[in-house]
Antibody, heavy 124, light 107 residues
């Protein structure tokens, strides 16, 4: 069974960089049929897609609303992928989820496995 | 692509049929439209992908339909565990986007 687990600081100061890691177990980030994704959800609000990375690290896709502040990377040796969001403000306070986006030769399955989510609060 | 879900809240009794709508501001590429269920304090769970295919382990009371710009999630015979928030999600165009959600609550 594939499991994803987010980790990182729960509190970040304004203007600093938010850094989160997602550890994958029961599967490999080096799989050719997956994108490794981040999604966030402000408290009491809806879901926002942040972006994804492919295992080779050379293919990524970011939400334009965040792209100037965003870096998603992958560490195949640790079976992890990470998110860095710079210059954060209170508007970046949210539950951050990591997820797997899957496809095969004929079908794109969307986000089929998710982590439990981690709340990151931006406050001084 | 902006996804607009309606209604915002659906008040129904167990056993009733729920019909949730998702409208897209432009055609969803290859019907790459998914539906997720989210319960309080939990991550979203994939129900439907490709507009009409059920994900692994999803009961057959969940039905997805539609194409182009108009999509529907139908739950035929609500069970107690189905009361939750439902989101549609388009993944055919970048950036991927979600609807604002429909809450299905117990009447």
């Amino acid at each position: 069974q594939v499991r994803l687990q987010e980790s990182g600081p729960g509190l970040v100061k304004p203007s600093e960089t938010l850094s989160l890691t997602c550890t994958v177990s029961g599967g490999s980030v080096s799989s050719a049929n997956h994108y490794w994704s981040w999604i966030r959800q402000p408290p009491g609000k809806g879901l926002e897609w942040i972006g994804y990375i492919y295992y080779n690290g050379t293919t990524n896709n970011y939400n334009p609303s965040l792209s100037s502040r965003l870096t998603i990377s992958v560490d195949r040796s640790k079976n992890q992928f990470s998110l860095k969001l710079s210059s954060v403000t209170a508007a970046d306070t949210a539950v951050y989820y990591c997820a797997r986006d899957s496809w095969d030769a004929t079908t794109w399955y969307s986000l089929d496995y998710w982590g439990q989510g981690t709340l990151v609060t931006v406050s001084s | 692509i902006v996804l607009t879900q309606s209604p915002g809240t659906l008040s129904l009794s167990p056993g009733e049929r729920a019909t949730l709508s998702c409208g897209a501001s432009q055609s969803v590429s290859s019907n790459h439209l998914a539906w997720f269920q989210q319960k309080p304090g939990q991550a979203p769970r994939l129900l439907i992908y490709g507009a009409s295919s059920r994900a692994t382990g999803i009961p057959d009371r969940f039905w997805g339909s539609g194409s182009g710009t108009d999509f529907t999630l139908t739950i035929s015979g609500l069970e107690p565990e189905d009361f939750a928030v439902y989101y549609c999600h388009q993944y055919g165009s970048s950036p991927q986007t979600f609807g604002q959600g429909t809450k299905v609550e117990i009447k």
